[in-house]
């Protein structure tokens, strides 16, 4: 087994192998781009003013069987849905559920999957109106990508969440990028309300957006949900009760003394230093990179997340 | 444990749920959209001459301790590394070697990551220049997509992979899709030829196009580098030999018996039947979907695979 010196996609080290000279004559060689920085600079050159703490009033930590998974909820967007799904925290209501579907490049979901015998609810609502779009009016940030996105009139992030908007009819979404929680429904726009939720695993499923309340993102623990075996049931549910992964809990930060909250930063998506990420990804420099994009998909952005003091 | 009747995202059965009268009366429920025909009923109304042979020549079976990963290989668009790819399986030299590297949102890789002691080659070339793209007039199929893009002046589907071309260059490439499989390399465009192996398992890298050889993809057996444990060393490498993954062995479908073979058919891209796939994707019928996303993204177009017989 070989794994002393890593060969890799970006690793700087060249391997110094003449070249057969059979290609040589008829393959050139890109020219060499200049070095740039890269988005591991940018965030090494950030100032504290670039990221803002996971607010506690908005952070659910869900503590599986197999590790914990940190949401950062985005109430902006879905408003009424964010607040049943605290409601059902604080009544416990997830506790005892599992993670009961893992459907490859789709979705990994938790939560009660049972409609004949659903588990009781105490004080939140079963089922609420979808919130797919909100008034654009609502949203107190939006920074547009410049870049073209073939899914909506207009991309970008508004307070570190991928999002899009339609000037035309006046409403704004959240979008479905990898690691996009949202609340899983039946045919009825109004037969979802946060028993059930998701989160995209795969590929951008982009062609769900306005078609279902989206109400934030996994910010840490996505390997745990991505490496799910996959559910071998229709749609990626699991066959029997014994292969679902038990949720031990879910709660909301705020609810737990300051010395059981991790202490999460995001960077904030309106900062300068977020735009030179966004210039790091859609134009990278050398010497690994032969070429530009000149492109960066609203998803292939990258929304940094640190733990403060590690 | 709740599991006996499934709410999904999809299933059609709804929940008859009474709606709260406080938000009936703010939000409106989105007008239904007429049904229409899906992914799969296309692919069940599909005929024998929508479908082609995978061919054995090109495919290769990748048998590993966790089960078989079967790859489809794309000649015209790699013809050296894929000739140099298939005269390292033909002299057995993946056998043995390992999943070295699974990284979350990113690739899952192999073969020998050793640089200071690399597996020694019997006959294959250990590098060769990059044919990171190719003459346009070289592909000999291309169905253009309608749907715009950000990374290329057009994309499509070439003999049932993703591609791009630039009429401007005259060049064509495969596109960093979910399951396409590339070639590892450091920093010069020639410093890689197949002893290492990449293939994507989450959100498209698309900004790696035009930069790495891209050879083939993974047609079966996503879910087993999907599921990978995440390496925690740095760029997802494992830390310890003893968590790779082993290569039992990697085969030419052609060179084994006809008994051995899968038998696999992949949907025709230029067929009629798969226009009505991307069509079926790019505008969702009701009752469940509310809205149609009028677009599709080249990375969100399903290649329809099938094993014969089953």
């Excluded at 109430?75 to 506790?95: R, S, T």
């Excluded at 490049?105 to 909100?134: C, M, S, Y």
């Excluded at 078609?211 to 934030?216: L, Q």
């Excluded at 998506?269 to 530009?292: H, I, M």
Aim: net charge neutral; hydrophobic share 40%; proline share 8%.
């Amino acid at each position: 087994m070989r794994l002393n010196h890593l060969t890799t996609l970006t690793l700087a080290a060249a391997i110094s192998a003449a070249l057969p000279a059979a290609y040589a004559a008829t393959i050139r060689a890109p020219a060499e781009l200049p070095a740039k920085q890269t988005v591991a600079d940018v965030i090494k050159a950030s100032t504290p003013a670039d990221w803002r703490p996971l607010d506690p009033q908005q952070t659910l930590y869900m503590d599986t069987a197999l590790g914990r998974v940190i949401i950062e909820l985005a109430p902006e967007f879905a408003p009424k849905h964010v607040a049943n799904i605290k409601a059902l925290v604080a009544e416990q209501y997830y506790d005892g559920l599992a993670i009961t579907r893992a459907q490859d490049n789709w979705v990994a979901q938790w939560g009660d999957a049972d409609e004949k015998n659903p588990k009781p609810i105490k004080h939140a609502q079963r089922t609420l109106p979808g919130e797919f779009t909100v008034p654009m009016k609502n949203v107190t940030s939006f920074t547009r990508l410049k870049d073209i996105d073939g899914y909506a009139p207009q991309v970008g992030h508004s307070n570190g969440f991928a999002s899009a908007r339609d000037p035309k009819s006046g409403t704004a979404w959240l979008t479905h990028c990898y690691a996009t929680v949202g609340v899983g429904r039946d045919v009825g726009s109004d037969s979802g309300g946060g028993t059930e939720l998701y989160a995209v695993i795969g590929q951008s499923p982009r062609h769900l957006d306005r078609d279902i309340t989206v109400v934030g993102r996994v910010v840490s623990g996505m390997p745990l949900l991505a490496t799910l075996p996959r559910g071998t049931a229709p749609m990626g549910f699991y066959d029997s009760p014994e292969k679902t992964v038990p949720i031990k809990s879910v709660r909301l930060a705020a609810d737990l003394p300051l010395d059981q909250r991790v202490q999460m930063e995001v960077m904030r998506t309106d900062s300068a230093a977020y735009q030179a990420v966004l210039e790091a990804q859609r134009n990278r420099g050398g010497p690994w990179s032969k070429v530009q994009a000149g492109h960066i998909d609203l998803c292939n952005a990258p929304i940094p997340v640190r733990e403060v003091g590690k």
